[in-house]
């Protein structure tokens, strides 16, 4: 087990109608004066936005607001947000909405102190030092972002969209109401279903041995995600259903799933260029490459032990111990399975990919600064031209 | 899935030599005087005390220091914490020992600013309202007491023991070297193994259903520490079965595998009066209780389902269709021969407890308002008395 330190402050409030107690809990936190950060207009229509800023107003809570983000959040609109923040005083970002309003209120908080180009903090120019507090009432489960240290904005101007991991990335509130997700689209809850399951293997998939406790709590996610998504696509009011995928929407990006063990992430790196180029949705580049990362550590012969781990424990294929590899495929298979029975594509021409651009796609992938990405194999630029091109099929 | 609340705040330092982080740890969250609070010579012989008041040292923070904590840490020691750190004014609180020390050490904390008996906070006379803030460095892998909310004390005078959930109760540091715990003796190292899996497992009994991903995670924490208990029981020095074991110790009872769900907690409340009355370890006396409990529950028919999936998904048991009882009478059994194998007692006689005590022990067990314990099923005297003289055998 590799040395850790792990330290996740956010507090949850989760579960039935717990957004009415927005504005007691942010008064706990001695918020004076909120931006609320959002999207389009479902949140309005829903009444949600009603019920949160009733909320703030019965605790003399004042709030200006910031609609607009879109999926993949764009830089311009942090821009906006970091001025409005600033001339009018406020002292907490209140994301209502999914990962995209949250990611785009983090970069909203980290930039209001920072006196240069918000940006800097995304390319690793300048390091981020203070941030307002950020919290949510979350209408996704996804992308884990009401407790994780991630935040990824996408600049439209050049097409780069590019993630920042730090410790003042984290929340200090996240108010999860399952019910909230309940009318998403069955693409979206699908989308969102293989994203919780990606950030639960991009740190399942590992070369470390022996970190048992780490390897069954990414199992417990995994598994937990496939039995409540196939739920939630038949029968989406279903509240435990919808409750277990917001829970493991947490747990699966915070490390609580990851701990003593280097995540991977070369799949999540290889998709944001597609989710970049294409507009398409996270969740559906996640079906498409990650199958195909793990069909090219199969053909490379790649630490097939894990890869079977992953079959016998997640898919309950039965272990083939005279030819380890092909239990492995059939956990493939069965992954690729389950994301075609919940409406997921598992192809780039499926997702509207062009095989002209895999050149470009594969430049385009954001480089650790080894000129590789990935841990479970370090993955050179015929290696993930390669993974492209598995997935072009 | 029931709504729930729920922040850790404590921030994480794990691995190889974490113990000399001490000083700049503490400096971090602005310590200048601290009490280091432990137990007997151990810590002073094996020259972890050296290592971290050389880490204070170097930091320019103050310390004082108060050792004598014993298992089922005594009120007297608080009362004489509470005076030593008011005298000398301290602001942190760093306990260098297991859960005895810790929870020594946040008694303390709450104590020094509460104007009136510390052991009011306890009784429920009055509420925690402050503290000091309290750290770790654990030597030992079994109460969880690093990031949970509870404390439990014991009064010599009246054989009180007595615990406090608090959220103020939860440390803001653990220092977590798997190394320190690698000399424990064989005994202790079962005893912190069967406390941990005892605290999933208070967790895992429960009558809600549908909180799949809390289930998932009890199961991995309590499948990972039969692993790890094996190994480190035939080989000690085992950094990576130390490793598993000690994160395990951690999540296992500061609720990442408890949300959403009432805990049962009735053996913890019937074996404290063991240790109470007897002075045994408290994992020795879990060994004892926890299958009585689950045999009562067979007996009366209970849930039986829920024993049958901890006989299948954890024991590995062949579910019997026909006769799901029989499945959870073979679980118990597998839960019983893995304590014995670990070297734990599992009836009264092994512990020392005398069959003439059993009435005056149940009359001992602290009750909810409502005159029982636990949640699974809520015991009545008849109930706890039957669990006692299951254990007596």
Redesign the interface.
Known sequence: ????????????????G?EKETGRELKALGAKKVLIHYGGGSVIRSGLMQTVTDALDAEGIAHVSLGGVKPNPRASLVYEGIELGRREGVDFILAVGGGSALDSAKAIALGIPYEGDFWDLWTGKAAPAARIPVGSVLTLAATGSESSNSAVITREDTREKVGLNHQLNRPVLAIMD?ELTMTLPPYQTACGATDIMAHAMERYFTNE?????TD??C???I??VI??ARIAMKDPRN???R??LM??GT?AHND?VG??RLGDFASHRIEHELSAMYDVAHGAGLAVIFPAWMRYHLETGHNIMRLAQFAVRIWHCEMNFENPAETALRGIEAYEGFLKEIGMPITMKELGARTEDIPELTRRVRRSPDGTVGQFQKLDDAAIERIFRIADR
Do not use: Q
């Open positions: 087990m590799l040395n850790f330190t792990f330290c996740v402050p956010t507090k949850f409030v989760f579960g039935h717990v399952p041995t022996e970190v048992d406790v069954r709590l199992e417990a996610v598994s937990t039995r409540a509240y435990e259903a409750a277990n829970w493991a747990i609580t701990v003593g």
